[in-house]
Protein backbone atom coordinates (compact mmCIF):
# COMPACT_ATOMS: atom_id res chain seq x y z
CA UNK A 1 0.00 0.00 0.00
CA UNK A 2 2.69 2.37 0.64
CA UNK A 3 3.93 1.65 -2.73
CA UNK A 4 0.45 3.33 -4.24
CA UNK A 5 0.50 6.34 -2.28
CA UNK A 6 4.38 7.07 -3.23
CA UNK A 7 3.14 6.80 -7.00
CA UNK A 8 -0.35 8.77 -6.07
CA UNK A 9 1.93 11.31 -4.87
CA UNK A 10 4.12 11.98 -7.57
CA UNK A 11 3.03 14.83 -10.07
CA UNK A 12 3.43 14.78 -13.79
CA UNK A 13 3.82 17.47 -15.94
CA UNK A 14 1.36 20.15 -16.63
CA UNK A 15 -0.74 20.02 -19.97
CA UNK A 16 0.21 23.38 -20.54
CA UNK A 17 3.81 22.85 -20.25
CA UNK A 18 3.79 19.81 -22.13
CA UNK A 19 1.91 21.51 -25.25
CA UNK A 20 4.81 23.91 -25.06
CA UNK A 21 7.52 21.35 -25.39
CA UNK A 22 5.87 19.59 -28.26
CA UNK A 23 4.98 23.01 -30.19
CA UNK A 24 9.19 23.83 -29.47
CA UNK A 25 9.81 20.81 -30.91
CA UNK A 26 8.10 20.68 -33.63
CA UNK A 27 8.93 24.22 -34.86
CA UNK A 28 12.34 23.27 -34.20
CA UNK A 29 11.67 19.96 -36.66
CA UNK A 30 10.32 21.90 -39.50
CA UNK A 31 12.52 24.60 -39.26
CA UNK A 32 15.42 22.34 -39.80
CA UNK A 33 13.80 20.27 -42.20
CA UNK A 34 13.15 23.20 -44.50
CA UNK A 35 16.86 24.57 -44.36
CA UNK A 36 17.62 20.32 -45.68
CA UNK A 37 14.92 20.86 -48.41
CA UNK A 38 15.72 24.07 -49.49
CA UNK A 39 19.43 23.28 -49.77
CA UNK A 40 18.66 20.31 -51.90
CA UNK A 41 16.35 21.80 -53.67
CA UNK A 42 18.60 24.93 -55.14
CA UNK A 43 21.48 22.16 -55.77
CA UNK A 44 19.27 20.27 -58.46
CA UNK A 45 17.45 23.61 -59.92
CA UNK A 46 20.76 25.32 -60.60
CA UNK A 47 21.03 24.90 -65.01
CA UNK A 48 23.25 26.22 -67.17
CA UNK A 49 21.80 28.63 -70.30
CA UNK A 50 23.95 30.17 -73.02
CA UNK A 51 22.55 32.64 -75.51
CA UNK A 52 24.00 33.22 -78.36
CA UNK A 53 23.79 37.08 -78.33
CA UNK A 54 25.54 38.08 -82.04
CA UNK A 55 27.46 36.31 -84.41
CA UNK A 56 29.14 39.22 -86.92
CA UNK A 57 30.73 37.77 -90.21
CA UNK A 58 33.52 39.25 -91.86
CA UNK A 59 35.48 38.20 -95.22
CA UNK A 60 39.36 39.36 -94.11
CA UNK A 61 42.78 38.54 -95.67
CA UNK A 62 45.89 38.31 -93.71
CA UNK A 63 49.21 39.32 -93.97
CA UNK A 64 50.40 36.22 -96.14
CA UNK A 65 47.48 36.37 -98.75
CA UNK A 66 45.73 33.79 -96.50
CA UNK A 67 41.88 34.31 -97.40
CA UNK A 68 39.02 33.13 -94.45
CA UNK A 69 35.99 33.95 -93.06
CA UNK A 70 36.11 35.56 -89.22
CA UNK A 71 32.88 35.04 -87.14
CA UNK A 72 32.78 36.74 -84.16
CA UNK A 73 30.27 34.93 -81.76
CA UNK A 74 29.42 36.81 -78.56
CA UNK A 75 27.74 34.51 -75.38
CA UNK A 76 26.24 35.29 -72.96
CA UNK A 77 25.41 32.59 -69.55
CA UNK A 78 21.94 33.89 -68.75
CA UNK A 79 21.58 30.61 -66.24
CA UNK A 80 22.41 30.28 -62.84
CA UNK A 81 25.51 28.14 -62.74
CA UNK A 82 28.98 28.53 -64.78
CA UNK A 83 28.62 26.94 -68.11
CA UNK A 84 31.55 25.08 -69.87
CA UNK A 85 32.04 25.07 -73.35
CA UNK A 86 33.80 22.63 -74.94
CA UNK A 87 33.69 22.11 -78.61
CA UNK A 88 32.55 24.40 -81.48
CA UNK A 89 30.98 22.88 -85.13
CA UNK A 90 30.86 24.01 -88.17
CA UNK A 91 27.95 22.64 -89.94
CA UNK A 92 28.11 19.45 -87.65
CA UNK A 93 31.96 18.92 -88.29
CA UNK A 94 31.67 17.57 -91.53
CA UNK A 95 34.97 16.12 -92.43
CA UNK A 96 35.42 17.59 -95.36
CA UNK A 97 35.51 20.85 -93.96
CA UNK A 98 37.09 20.13 -90.47
CA UNK A 99 40.35 20.82 -91.69
CA UNK A 100 39.50 24.36 -92.79
CA UNK A 101 37.65 25.47 -89.30
CA UNK A 102 39.40 27.01 -86.52
CA UNK A 103 38.04 28.60 -83.32
CA UNK A 104 40.15 30.22 -80.25
CA UNK A 105 39.21 32.16 -77.20
CA UNK A 106 42.01 34.69 -76.31
CA UNK A 107 43.34 34.79 -79.51
CA UNK A 108 44.68 30.63 -79.34
CA UNK A 109 43.39 28.65 -82.42
CA UNK A 110 42.51 25.10 -82.05
CA UNK A 111 40.41 22.54 -84.66
CA UNK A 112 36.85 23.42 -84.58
CA UNK A 113 35.53 19.96 -84.11
CA UNK A 114 38.03 18.73 -80.96
CA UNK A 115 38.29 21.29 -78.26
CA UNK A 116 37.77 25.15 -77.96
CA UNK A 117 41.39 26.60 -77.86
CA UNK A 118 42.59 23.44 -76.08
CA UNK A 119 40.75 24.01 -72.69
CA UNK A 120 37.07 24.27 -72.40
CA UNK A 121 35.72 27.49 -71.96
CA UNK A 122 34.27 28.26 -68.90
CA UNK A 123 31.87 31.34 -68.49
CA UNK A 124 30.31 32.00 -65.41
CA UNK A 125 26.74 32.94 -64.83
CA UNK A 126 25.60 36.41 -66.06
CA UNK A 127 29.21 36.87 -67.76
CA UNK A 128 29.57 37.74 -71.73
CA UNK A 129 32.50 36.11 -73.64
CA UNK A 130 33.37 35.75 -77.22
CA UNK A 131 34.49 33.08 -79.72
CA UNK A 132 35.98 33.45 -83.17
CA UNK A 133 35.71 31.09 -85.70
CA UNK A 134 37.82 31.44 -88.69
CA UNK A 135 36.77 29.43 -92.00
CA UNK A 136 39.48 28.88 -94.73
CA UNK A 137 38.94 30.25 -98.16
CA UNK A 138 40.29 27.43 -100.38
CA UNK A 139 39.57 25.68 -103.69
CA UNK A 140 38.24 22.85 -102.43
CA UNK A 141 34.97 24.49 -100.33
CA UNK A 142 32.01 25.66 -101.68
CA UNK A 143 31.47 28.48 -99.25
CA UNK A 144 30.59 31.69 -100.43
CA UNK A 145 29.47 35.28 -99.67
CA UNK A 146 25.60 34.53 -98.89
CA UNK A 147 25.90 31.07 -97.99
CA UNK A 148 24.18 30.13 -94.75
CA UNK A 149 26.34 27.85 -92.00
CA UNK A 150 25.38 26.27 -88.99
CA UNK A 151 27.48 27.22 -86.36
CA UNK A 152 26.82 24.63 -83.22
CA UNK A 153 28.34 25.43 -79.77
CA UNK A 154 28.75 22.01 -77.22
CA UNK A 155 29.00 22.26 -73.69
CA UNK A 156 30.23 20.27 -70.77
CA UNK A 157 26.62 19.37 -68.86
CA UNK A 158 25.45 18.31 -73.03
CA UNK A 159 24.03 21.22 -73.89
CA UNK A 160 23.86 22.30 -77.91
CA UNK A 161 23.40 25.81 -78.60
CA UNK A 162 23.15 26.64 -82.14
CA UNK A 163 23.39 29.79 -84.75
CA UNK A 164 22.68 30.12 -88.18
CA UNK A 165 24.98 32.57 -89.95
CA UNK A 166 25.08 34.11 -92.62
CA UNK A 167 28.49 34.88 -94.78
CA UNK A 168 28.95 38.50 -95.97
Known amino acids: MSKIRTLNKRRAVSPVIA ?3 IVAVTITVAVAVSY ?4 IASQY ?3 EKVEIQTAICSYEVNATGFDYWKIVITLKNSGTKAATLTNVFVNDG ?11 TDGITAELDTTIAGDPLHIESGVTNEI ?12 SSGTTINIKIHS ?3 MDYI ?3 QLT
Not at 94 to 104: G, I, L, V
Not at 132 to 143: A, N, Q
Open 19 to 21: TVI
Open 156 to 158: ASG
Open 45 to 47: TSF
Open 163 to 165: RLV
Open 36 to 39: WMSG
Open 132 to 143: TVWIEDSPTMTL
Open 94 to 104: ETEYATDYAAS
